[in-house]
């Protein structure tokens, strides 16, 4: 899979040496996305056999999400219109597993703002490099089924873990565009797209506390985890585009 990420990033930043010609449009995107996640639970899953609780299964999440693009924002650029904005949230669907004497969940929301570019070469097609940063927030939760029994001391029979990290983003895509109207220089368009991206987690880099917390308490015996790692996801959006 990331053979695949480099070949198609790769493609996307070549592009423009061989396109004869460029369609830049202004444009906005609104999109409802769609995909799947793969995450590394082999230190998790490790920790969790230490302590005799079961382990997290599958080793891949199905998300949904929202996301809007746009190449106009007066915020951030007035002219340059092959650069494209991005902002995204992901929200994962729950993973569980179940024990006769436990239960545990492990999940992880995710908000990213990147830049692609845009590149076409019929219209109707178009490939893009991503690059950006991003947010997850991971929670495990470890759900004792007996009432005497405590995972850490003074939690209770319910303990709830939460992660931040940071993330670098780096990835491609591909877009196909069904013309649904052309008025002048106004184009509406139904848009699906595909893309590709690994995330990098930033927490070597120490700008935040990378410890998995319970409420304002640090919990150190839990081990590193983040996620997305590896996200393949399609799109269904609308755009609108302006010819100068």
């Given at each position: ?125 178009t ?53 649904i ?43 590193s ?7 393949i ?12």
């Amino acid at each position: 899979m990331k053979r695949i990420i480099i070949i198609l990033t790769l493609i996307s930043s070549f592009s423009n040496l061989i396109a004869e010609e460029y369609y830049i449009p202004r444009e906005s995107v609104l999109a409802l996305t769609g995909g799947i996640y793969y995450d590394n639970t082999e230190d998790i899953n490790n920790f969790l056999s230490k302590n005799s609780l079961p382990n997290v299964k599958p080793e891949h999440v199905f998300y949904s999400g929202i996301q809007y693009k746009s190449n106009s924002m007066s915020l951030l650029n007035d002219k340059v219109y092959q650069y494209l904005y991005s902002f995204e949230l992901r929200v994962p669907f729950t993973r569980s597993v179940k024990s006769p004497d436990y239960s545990i969940e492990l999940q992880a929301w995710s908000f990213s703002a990147e830049i692609t570019t845009f590149e076409s070469f019929i219209k109707t097609v178009t490939v893009h490099p991503i690059l950006g940063f991003g947010v997850s927030n991971s929670n495990l939760s470890i759900t004792s089924k007996n009432t005497n029994e405590e995972f850490f001391t003074g939690n209770g029979t319910y303990s709830n873990f939460d992660k931040f990290t940071f993330l670098l983003n780096i990835g491609g895509g591909c877009d196909y565009r069904l013309n649904i109207l052309e008025n002048g220089k106004d184009t509406k368009n139904i848009i699906f797209s595909f893309e590709a991206r690994y995330s990098i987690s930033l927490d070597k880099l120490n700008l935040y506390n990378d410890s998995w917390t319970a409420g304002t308490k640090i919990i150190k015996e839990i081990p590193s985890y983040y996620a997305p790692g590896l996200s393949i996801e399609i799109k269904l959006g609308y755009e609108a585009q302006k010819n100068q």
